[in-house]
């Protein structure tokens, strides 16, 4: 059985932190694309706080939350380019894919923890 990385307190403030960036970055996607700002931000809440406490327990790769985040960035500010089909998303999340590899590499899997086994 593998064990969880972090403390419950930094999980809780991972989901927290990771739900109101979401919210903010969902909420801006949907204003830029003239939708409903609460539906986008509520959104963004839920998929911030799943990334936030999947990176702090270690169950999400941060090259994955890196992509996502500079895709939603990407999405944000693709109508100021004409861009309303999302090709700027795709370009973020490659952008944000690359910086998350630099800056973290690639993660691998808990393995199990020897001495909590009876």
């Known amino acids: 059985m593998t064990r969880m990385g972090g403390t419950p ?23 830029s694309h003239g ?10 809440a839920i998929l911030g706080a799943m990334l936030g406490y999947g990176v702090e327990a270690g169950s999400v790769s ?11 960035v ?13 090709i ?4 973020g999340a490659c952008f944000g894919g690359l910086i998350g590899l630099v800056f973290f590499g690639i993660r691998r899997g808990r393995r199990p923890d020897s ?3 009876g």
């Open 35 to 44: 939708t409903d700002m609460a539906v986008g931000a509520s959104a963004g």
């Open 88 to 91: 700027a998303a795709i370009f």
């Open 115 to 117: 001495r909590a086994r």
């Open 62 to 72: 941060p090259v994955t939350l890196f992509a996502v985040l500079f895709a939603l």
């Open 74 to 86: 990407g999405a944000a500010i693709g109508p100021g380019f004409d861009d309303y089909v999302g």
């Open 9 to 31: 307190r930094s999980r809780r403030v991972a989901a927290v932190m990771g739900g109101a960036v979401g919210s903010a970055l969902m909420g801006v996607v949907a204003f």
